[in-house]
DNA sequence: CTGAAAGCGCTTACAG
DNA sequence: CTGAAAGCGCTTACAG
């Protein structure tokens, strides 16, 4: 009921007996204020619990960011990274305008020098924050690298870098994914079939993080004494033909009663498995891409492992928004769910 | 590159050649302006296409909008209702002060009254929009009525009502619920086994929708032509040894492999199966609540069916927050994933 | 080291 | 029917 029941800075600027900009150099910690005005300031900014009004903020700063968004490019069997640009999008459009320049760089998931290519490109455009998905391992820590270097906060997605310490990570836990696999496939199958896991990558570095699924994978068969033959293979392959000629050498001696491949690649193998007419093997794997979607309703895949790709680049791109428009504490770590897609819920997955 | 590139209302002003406060007056449809004046502004806004600087409105308006929360009163059986509430406050807290007012009116699920008054009070209130879950169905509709009466706009989250058209609906499709539930059952079990579904409710109106989910359930076996027969039971009670009794006159003359429980209230058989130590029976329930997640993590319950509550509430806000302060349309139906959770994947759920 | 003043893009009385 | 002015809670030159 003070006479004087004045907003923010005004307020502390009338207790303190200073002006509004010398509140504003103390609250932005600039140089050029009185040891003992400082303090004076700070000690009122706590007693009141001050919270600047994000709004007003936004409103009187001219102040842009700039942030990039280094992913791979969208194709046919990863339609999937174009979304988590919309849900960025969308975040941003939802909530009125907070200053923010986004700029995407694509690059080829099967291809090393296009992310060089890209990743200098956003090097140079003094950018302040990016968000990216750690593709090839010895780039990104290159790239990470030179991000600290020029001071620019990245943040990681989809999958972790060894020793590497991002402003955030957003992603699954890898080994748990692997686990809730397991679990389903214990429904699927009777003790002692056989399990084939393929980690199907052009490019070594994936198959690194897979290999982590499928310890989780073995992990849990081991935790509940669940008797089953797990054979799982490593091929450095992409496409069709090739998938062909695996699948037909390893069926000639091995009986899988189920597969499971721990990337994207699920429907490579559903598409063999439908032209072939072998219904009778279970198929699971992760990613909700169209053409997995595609085998999923027609029964050839029965579980996929997803997270939402939207949620997840709003969550990045939240990080960067935490950092440095509301300068508030960002979470290090922050794993998504790991969603279980059925032929029965995949209509409302996305909502 | 025009000399005078200024904002938007100064903008529209200038090339109206009036002063903002009419501009104002267009923008916000209100009377007294000149017919000509309004046509020449508003052909100028559409030319502009001029999108308001929301950050400024909010600045700007002392204008704040009550909304209300009409939903059951946490009980240890619905923790799940605490949740929705932390959902909305960060959502506000995340982006700044909207100038909301938010008013939690909590009800008993068991008890018709307290909805009544709970309801009563909050109409009173002269609040703007309001949340609501309509348990009690009747009730419901005359609050609706009620509402439409004062021109409060009213969300329904959880479950739809028969004829009333909220201004959305947020919450999942029910009878895809019950195919989900269907589908996972089919890995459950085996050809020609019995399945027991029970509808445990101590209210009538509530088993209403569930009898759906019952429908999208035993519709789901027929699509797929599998054999296998369903018996299904609405039992209006609520406690442990109500169920006990039940139970234990069943299975002396059934012997049901898989029991599903169309709400969320399977831990009352879960608790049932582990005190008889009936662990060949599998269980499937409905709802991310910690009574059930405990008998999840011990294997008594198989699957949960759930809806992100969080997120439910986060989207039933924004709902609100759409029509009142961004003033953009509405979506009327928003279907929630119907979402898989294991004992594997609990742990991330809500992330 | 400090302050007065203008401005961000709107809204809100108030005056005519 | 219309406009001039103050203000929302901040930031940003600029002057001293």
């Given at each position: 009921m003070k006479v004087s029941e004045l907003s923010g800075v005004k307020e502390i600027a009338r207790r303190a007996n200073v002006s509004i900009a010398t509140v504003d150099r103390v609250l932005h910690n600039r140089t050029g204020v009185a040891q003992k005005t400082k303090e004076k300031i700070l000690s009122i900014i706590k007693e009141m619990d001050y919270k600047p009004n994000i709004l007003a903020k936004r409103l009187a700063s001219k102040r842009v960011y700039k942030f990039?968004?280094?992913i791979q490019k969208e194709c046919s069997e990863a339609e999937y990274w174009n979304v988590?640009?919309?849900?960025i999008q969308?975040?941003?459009?939802?909530?009125?305008?907070?200053?923010?320049?986004?700029?995407?760089?694509?690059?080829?998931?099967?291809?090393?020098?296009?992310?060089?290519?890209?990743?200098?490109?956003?090097?140079?455009?003094?950018?302040?924050g990016v968000i990216v998905a750690p593709i090839f391992l010895n780039e990104t820590k290159d790239f990470a690298a030179k991000c600290t270097e020029k001071r620019i906060q990245f943040v990681f997605i989809e999958s972790q870098v060894p020793s590497?310490?991002?402003?955030?990570?957003?992603?699954?836990?890898?080994?748990?994914?692997?686990?809730?696999?397991?679990?389903?496939?214990?429904?699927?199958?009777?003790?002692?079939?056989?399990?084939?896991?393929?980690?199907?990558?052009?490019?070594?570095?994936?198959?690194?993080?897979?290999?982590?699924?499928?310890?989780?994978?073995?992990q849990f068969f081991i935790d509940t004494s669940y008797q089953c033959s797990i054979k799982s293979f490593n091929i450095e392959i992409a496409d069709d033909e090739e998938i062909t000629a695996f699948m037909e050498d390893y069926l000639n001696h091995q009986q899988p009663k189920l597969i499971y491949v721990t990337n994207s690649r699920a429907y490579l193998v559903a598409k063999y498995l439908k032209d072939r007419g072998l219904n009778h093997i279970k198929l699971v794997g992760n990613g909700?891409?169209?053409?997995?979607?595609?085998?999923?309703?027609e029964g050839y895949i029965d579980f996929l492992i997803c997270q939402k790709p939207l949620e997840q680049g709003y969550k990045a791109f939240l990080?960067?928004?935490?950092?440095?428009?509301?300068?508030?504490?960002?979470?290090?770590?922050?794993?998504?769910?790991?969603?279980?897609?059925?032929?029965?819920?995949?209509?409302y997955y996305e909502n």
């Amino acid at each position: 009921m003070k006479v004087s029941e004045l907003s923010g800075v005004k307020e502390i600027a009338r207790r303190a007996n200073v002006s509004i900009a010398t509140v504003d150099r103390v609250l932005h910690n600039r140089t050029g204020v009185a040891q003992k005005t400082k303090e004076k300031i700070l000690s009122i900014i706590k007693e009141m619990d001050y919270k600047p009004n994000i709004l007003a903020k936004r409103l009187a700063s001219k102040r842009v960011y700039k942030f990039g968004i280094l992913i791979q490019k969208e194709c046919s069997e990863a339609e999937y990274w174009n979304v988590p640009v919309s849900g960025i999008q969308e975040a941003l459009s939802e909530f009125g305008d907070f200053g923010v320049d986004l700029r995407y760089y694509f690059f080829d998931r099967d291809d090393r020098e296009s992310f060089l290519a890209k990743s200098d490109e956003l090097l140079k455009k003094h950018i302040d924050g990016v968000i990216v998905a750690p593709i090839f391992l010895n780039e990104t820590k290159d790239f990470a690298a030179k991000c600290t270097e020029k001071r620019i906060q990245f943040v990681f997605i989809e999958s972790q870098v060894p020793s590497v310490h991002p402003l955030s990570y957003i992603g699954q836990d890898i080994i748990q994914s692997g686990r809730v696999v397991a679990h389903l496939c214990k429904y699927l199958i009777q003790p002692k079939d056989e399990i084939l896991v393929l980690n199907v990558a052009k490019e070594k570095d994936i198959s690194n993080h897979l290999e982590e699924k499928i310890r989780g994978f073995e992990q849990f068969f081991i935790d509940t004494s669940y008797q089953c033959s797990i054979k799982s293979f490593n091929i450095e392959i992409a496409d069709d033909e090739e998938i062909t000629a695996f699948m037909e050498d390893y069926l000639n001696h091995q009986q899988p009663k189920l597969i499971y491949v721990t990337n994207s690649r699920a429907y490579l193998v559903a598409k063999y498995l439908k032209d072939r007419g072998l219904n009778h093997i279970k198929l699971v794997g992760n990613g909700y891409h169209t053409r997995n979607i595609d085998f999923l309703k027609e029964g050839y895949i029965d579980f996929l492992i997803c997270q939402k790709p939207l949620e997840q680049g709003y969550k990045a791109f939240l990080a960067l928004y935490e950092y440095f428009i509301a300068k508030r504490k960002v979470i290090k770590l922050q794993y998504m769910p790991i969603d279980i897609v059925t032929k029965e819920n995949y209509i409302y997955y996305e909502n």
